[in-house]
């Protein structure tokens, strides 16, 4: 029996793309996460006050669509980690920590919605944010099993749309390129990926070399003015090519961003649409306003009632306490 037949046979049944559930591979108690990353989710307060009101899929979507700006595990600049050695120096992806990214907690919000296959094709489909369909990606790559992390990027490998996934910006990138290196690569940032099988990886080694050669098959000799055509196959976070660049901005110039990249997709909200989605995060910001004064407000007031209490014990303890000693002075001077 061959290595990748052994452990055919010891990986759980491959899941059925037919059925609409989509079963969890893995930790289902961790979602395969980083138990530093985790716990930091599970303690952030964005996390269990914010995020806990919303209770559905378009309301976690468009979260996304309004918070997002990284794909990064940690805020830019919250993690010390400077003259830490070894498990606490961000050794294969345990760190000291710091303030969990927007994008981590919204990820894991996602997987306590236990997310239908349907809602997780929508997530990679959507056009109305790169890092709606990114954390679509991210989604997969955590919860679903090695043999079909292929099957669910394939027809995304050479998505030409632009994405930052880097903090503070400047990593700018191409959504198939962020594909191949969640594919080929376990690092991420300051974290790790779930661990690939070796014959796994192997399967998906050869099926990116294979995807590769028919794609520079059927492209022209001379693309974008001689340029090399296995660029897209490399992972090169901001190392973008300046004709591509240039051929992009002729794009949307001429045709806009609705048939950019030739793929049939519906065109994007226009600015009415627009105008009514920031009115409603403005009252959304308003809500969350007034939620933080309120619960400010009762932790006041409940610091108070509890000191009262305290200071209501502390005297009726010191009453009991004179009592006794007046029992006591009594007692004395009746048996002198």
């Given at each position: 029996m061959s290595e990748v037949e052994e452990y055919n046979t010891q990986k759980p049944g491959k899941t059925s793309k037919q059925h609409n559930i989509l079963p969890i591979w893995g930790n289902e108690q961790t979602m395969n996460l980083n138990p530093l990353i985790l716990a930091n989710i599970q303690g952030s307060s964005y996390f269990k006050v914010h995020l806990f009101k919303l209770k559905t899929y378009h309301e976690v979507v468009d979260e996304i669509y309004y918070q997002v700006k990284h794909l990064e595990p940690w805020e830019r600049g919250s993690r010390k980690t400077a003259g830490q050695t070894g498990m606490c120096g961000g050794v294969r992806g345990v760190g000291a920590g710091g303030i969990v990214s927007t994008a981590f907690c919204l990820l894991y919000k996602l997987y306590t919605l236990r997310l239908t296959r349907k809602q997780v094709n929508g997530l990679l489909q959507h056009t109305d944010s790169p890092y709606i369909r990114a954390l679509g990606f991210m989604y997969i790559r955590y919860t679903q099993p090695p043999a079909d992390l292929f099957d669910w990027y394939a027809d995304y490998l050479d998505d030409e749309e632009e994405v930052d996934p880097r903090a503070g910006g400047g990593g700018s990138t191409t959504m198939g390129a962020l594909v191949r290196q969640m594919l080929i690569k376990l690092d991420w940032f300051s974290t790790l990926f779930p661990r690939i099988p070796v014959p796994i990886q192997k399967q998906i080694e050869q099926k990116l070399a294979e995807h590769n050669r028919q794609s520079n098959a059927a492209k022209p000799t001379a693309n974008y003015r001689g340029g090399n055509s296995n660029a897209s196959s490399n992972y090169s976070t901001g190392r973008m090519?300046?004709?591509?660049?240039?051929?992009?901005?002729?794009?949307?110039?001429?045709?806009?961003?609705?048939?950019?990249?030739?793929?049939?997709?519906?065109?994007?909200?226009?600015?009415?649409?627009?105008?009514?989605?920031?009115?409603?995060?403005?009252?959304?910001?308003?809500?969350?306003?007034?939620?933080?004064?309120?619960?400010?407000?009762?932790?006041?007031?409940?610091?108070?009632?509890?000191?009262?209490?305290?200071?209501?014990?502390?005297?009726?303890?010191?009453?009991?306490?004179?009592?006794?000693?007046?029992?006591?002075?009594?007692?004395?001077?009746?048996?002198?």
């Open positions: 090519d300046s004709d591509r660049r240039e051929h992009d901005d002729r794009d949307r110039r001429d045709y806009g961003d609705g048939d950019r990249y030739g793929k049939d997709r519906p065109l994007r909200r226009d600015d009415r649409d627009r105008d009514r989605e920031r009115d409603r995060e403005r009252e959304r910001d308003r809500d969350r306003r007034d939620r933080d004064r309120d619960y400010n407000r009762d932790r006041d007031h409940n610091r108070d009632r509890n000191r009262e209490r305290s200071r209501s014990r502390d005297r009726h303890q010191d009453k009991a306490r004179d009592r006794h000693r007046q029992r006591s002075r009594s007692r004395d001077r009746r048996y002198r």
